[in-house]
């Protein structure tokens, strides 16, 4: 059966792309979107919550809440 499959892949091999390419690609698309998200999130949302939390602290009195 695996010499069959593989005979098979060797004839068509838009279905081995499609077979085997697709995953990958998906997987690596995946991988990027993550590592975009989180660099967004440490480089660009810390940041900003950093500084607004950092002016809150010495800005911030009890008579004005």
């Known amino acids: 059966m695996l010499a069959a499959l593989a005979r098979l892949f060797v004839l068509r091999p838009f279905l081995t792309m499609a077979i085997l390419g697709i995953p990958i690609v998906i997987l690596i698309a ?36």
């Open 30 to 65: 995946v991988g990027l979107i993550t590592i975009i998200a989180l660099k967004f999130v440490v480089f660009v949302v810390l940041p900003i919550c950093l500084v607004v939390w950092v002016l809150r602290k010495l800005f911030w009195t009890r008579e004005n809440p």
